[in-house]
């Protein structure tokens, strides 16, 4: 799977040249470019899992991320199809065509949602109609974050913006100096109680939300390597939240976890990957590079297990669900893997397509998209 990456201040002739370099680099170190997935053991179903409902939204290629609210599940497609569809049944809610392709979104707070177009514009919806579009100064990844009627966005350039999400109006804006590179992926921004929490890269920060004012940081990971991409340390989407730990991963980095309140690192430890982590109040989990999924102890980091049935499979971030760890693979295929150890529980094919996002939870109902566009509703046990 290649990473894709940004970069900025060269022309464009030049940067597209050295983006497709990048992307070939970084593919053939993380091996799975190269390397023959693994194949799959016969699948013996461990524990029941139904597919209740299927539905479609349009091609994915850009990073999106599905936002649940109770029920309501918001999506994308690469050409701008937002739609909000009911989690118990896959039917639509809304949908509406913005007539432009997307670079970033979901975000969503149940009424209003909010995606970033290629051409860098913030668009806000209230219940699947647009109120206003903002133009951004630079291209924008990670989904908006939509809390207390604001509307938080994180640009490429480091920057964090805020609006009011009726009016459109800006609030404020906090700049920090940009590196030459950015992953070509979401990365963090999220509510921490009155707290923003942003990753600017390899360090979490808590903001004040009503001015953008920095109220702690902390590094997860620092630059390192003789090279930019070697260096490249930001942090990627993908938080895992439990009290005032929230625990993330630094691209090809680390994984730590960080008590919110006080902004310091509870533990760190080594992990080469570039999606993120989920887990409850005893266990941490992560989808390596290289397919490996790997848990740790939440309360020191401690590994506990590492599964390599998967390796080379492209996989998704991982999400827990009851007693099973579930991913997505590079061919479509839902994985069920036990909490405990990492054996396989079941699996689940789709559209044959790769999963693009992190599964997601709504009620009872998991939900996975694959880059064709298909929405998949399971029922596990």
Same mark, same amino acid.
């Given at each position: ?103 970033? &979104? ?56 805020? *609006? ?95 008590? &919110? ?23 941490? *989990? ?35 669900? &009851? ?50 566009? &298909? ?7």
């Amino acid at each position: 799977m290649a990473l894709p990456l940004r970069c900025r201040h060269l022309s464009h002739l030049f940067q597209l040249a050295l983006l497709l370099v990048l992307a070939v680099a970084l593919q053939a170190c993380s091996g799975s470019g190269k390397m023959k997935p693994t194949e799959l053991e016969p699948n013996v179903p461990l524990m029941g899992v139904r597919n209740v409902w299927a539905a479609r939204i349009g091609t994915v290629d850009f990073p999106l991320t599905v936002k649940v609210k109770d029920h309501l599940v918001v999506v994308a497609s690469s050409d701008g199809i937002v739609g909000a569809i009911d989690a118990r049944t896959g039917g639509d809610v809304w949908r509406v065509a913005l007539g432009v392709p997307l670079s970033a &979104g979901v975000g969503s707070d149940g009424r209003f949602a909010a995606v970033v177009s290629r051409e860098n514009e913030l668009i806000t919806l209230d219940a699947g109609k647009e109120l206003w579009r903002h133009k951004l100064g630079a291209v924008t990844l990670t989904p908006p974050l939509i809390a207390g009627s604001r509307v938080f966005v994180l640009s490429a350039d480091r920057s964090v913006v805020a *609006f009011d999400a009726v009016t459109g109006r800006k609030l404020w804006q906090q700049q920090r100096t940009g590196d030459a590179l950015v992953l070509g992926r979401p990365g963090i921004l999220l509510a921490f109680g009155d707290t923003l929490v942003a990753g600017l890269g390899g360090r979490l920060v808590g903001m004040n939300p009503l001015s953008g004012k920095s109220r702690w940081e902390t590094p997860i990971a620092s630059s390192r390597g003789t090279n930019e991409v070697e260096r490249l340390v930001d942090l990627v989407a993908g938080v895992s939240r439990v009290g005032n730990q929230l625990c993330a991963r630094a691209f090809q980095s680390a994984v730590a976890c960080v008590d &919110g309140a006080k902004g310091s690192v509870i533990w760190s430890k080594s992990a080469s990957g570039f999606t993120g982590v989920d887990g409850d109040e005893t266990d941490v *989990f992560g989808s390596e590079g290289d397919g490996k999924v790997l848990a740790w102890r939440r309360s020191d980091g401690e590994p506990l297990w590492v599964s390599e049935r998967l390796r080379f499979r492209g996989l998704s971030a991982p999400l827990l669900v &009851g007693r099973s760890v579930v991913v997505g693979d590079g061919s479509g295929i839902v994985h069920f893997l036990s909490r405990t150890d990492g054996t396989a529980l079941n699996r689940m094919n789709t559209d044959g397509s790769p999963i693009v996002v992190a599964p997601v939870l709504a009620g009872s109902t998991l939900i996975v998209v694959t880059q064709r566009g &298909g929405i998949y509703g399971f029922r596990p046990e």
